[in-house]
């Protein structure tokens, strides 16, 4: 079965997208820890980051570092902190979170619930950043 984020890949369900090339998509997460947060992903569906060949997984790293450097310029925040968890989706994502503060990393605090209308604001801004 296809995971959730393949289905995002695939437009068969929606996401506040803010960068996308032919290998990789990087949308706002849905329930973010901050104002900002943003998965970056391979589009091809491989569960688990390290097993993802050498080549690819540099090329997702450099597209997260120019999203990050996208939201940096959008959100005001002390720099861009990076995880990779996915115990909830097995589809490889990294998180991009605006941080101010280590706590601001902690993955066990309520996560926050913007309005469609509040996230999509968001990634329209977020993009623009990312094409210029
Ligand atoms: P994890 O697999 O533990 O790294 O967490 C998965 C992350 O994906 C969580 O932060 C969720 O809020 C996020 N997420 C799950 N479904 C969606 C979705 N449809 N759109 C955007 N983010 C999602």
Redesign the pocket.
């Known amino acids: 079965m296809p995971s ?1 984020f393949t289905k ?1 890949v695939r437009g068969e ?1 929606p ?1 506040h997208k803010v960068a996308e090339t032919d290998e990789f998509l990087a ?5 973010p820890l901050a104002e900002g947060h943003t ?1 970056a992903i391979p589009k091809k569906e491989i569960d688990y980051i390290f097993d993802i060949e050498d080549e690819h997984l540099a090329g997702l790293m450099a597209f997260a570092k120019r999203v990050a450097k996208a939201i940096e310029a959008v959100v005001p925040c002390e720099r861009i902190g990076v995880s990779v ?5 097995p589809h490889t ?1 990294i ?1 991009l979170i605006p941080i101010n503060d280590i706590d601001d990393m902690n993955f066990s605090k309520p ?1 926050l619930s913007p309005s469609p209308e509040e996230l999509a604001e968001l990634a329209a801004a977020i993009r623009r950043e990312y094409e210029e």
């Open positions: 959730i995002i369900i996401a949308f706002l997460d849905i329930n998965l968890i996915g115990l909830e989706v994502h998180h996560k």
